[in-house]
């Protein structure tokens, strides 16, 4: 499609999104405005030849899709502040904002504004986002253009709007649990008598092999273990070791307690 953009609030997903845009010969970056109040931070993007901007109101007249990315807190002043610009016939309004439900947005914007939101997480940077998506209201076709949008920079997953906390402890805390898992291998390491940048690389790469195993050859993780665990063997050893531990139950537990403090977080928040 080629639509006029305007991505309102363009920090680090914003730009990683922009980016992934054009990367991808999804847009160009002519068709692409981005805004932020103080606008020296997009010299670059402004040399790359996107739009700049520091009126949101007129990025959005100019734009078909409008993607919300600034912060929560500065979220109500925006609506307020585009709310007479944005029409339902022309614009489709994508929310990346945590905690912001769509028909919070409509309730400004009007409740005939299809809104879809979406949640990437921070690998979005390099292109490797696990986004998720959600609407109550937008049309099948704009569901597959914000899917395409947002396979630029990385895999996408459309869930239900009610779930949309616990993929942020899968997905976004997720990051964090994942990196602590390598971070443990990686002294795991140290303790067997590498250095720590020898074991640090031996293990992110370990990792990084183990999840291409499940993605390129589509099996469960239990199948690829199998290949591993011989018997009487040091695998399966470690593993039990591990479990007796609580390895498998520690990591359960604290992503059902990070999506009930997300959960908690966002009705603060509302």
Do not use: W
């Amino acid at each position: 499609m080629t639509k006029k953009i305007a991505i309102i609030g363009s920090g680090n997903i914003g730009l990683s999104l922009a980016k992934g845009l054009v990367k991808a010969d999804f847009a160009q970056a002519g068709d692409i405005t981005l805004t932020r109040r103080n606008t020296d931070h997009l010299k670059s993007f402004a040399e790359a030849g996107f739009n700049i901007s520091n009126n949101n109101k007129q990025a959005v007249v100019d734009a078909d899709v409008v993607i919300l990315a600034v912060l929560p807190q500065q979220l109500n002043t925006v609506l307020d502040e585009i709310q007479a610009s944005i029409i339902p016939a022309k614009h489709l309004v994508i929310s990346v904002i945590s905690g912001v439900s769509c028909a919070a947005v409509r309730e400004k914007l009007g409740e005939n504004v299809e809104v879809i939101r979406v949640m990437p997480n921070t690998a979005i940077a390099i292109g490797q986002s696990m986004t998720c998506m959600a609407s109550d209201n937008a049309s099948a076709e704009h569901i597959a253009d914000v899917t395409k949008m947002f396979e630029t920079v990385g895999s996408v997953v459309k869930i239900n709007e009610d779930l949309m906390t616990s993929a942020t402890a899968l997905c976004a805390c997720g990051i964090a649990f994942f990196l602590r898992a390598i971070r443990a291998a990686s002294q795991g390491g140290v303790e067997i008598g590498f250095h720590a940048d020898e074991a640090l690389k031996m293990a992110v790469q370990t990792a990084k092999g183990a999840a291409d195993l499940l993605l390129l050859h589509g099996t469960h993780p239990e199948s690829e273990i199998d290949k591993v665990t011989s018997p009487k063997g040091c695998t399966i050893a470690g593993l039990n070791e591990m479990e007796h531990n609580g390895f498998s139950s520690s990591l359960i537990k604290g992503i059902k307690l990070s999506a009930l403090k997300a959960g908690n977080l966002y009705t603060k928040e509302g």
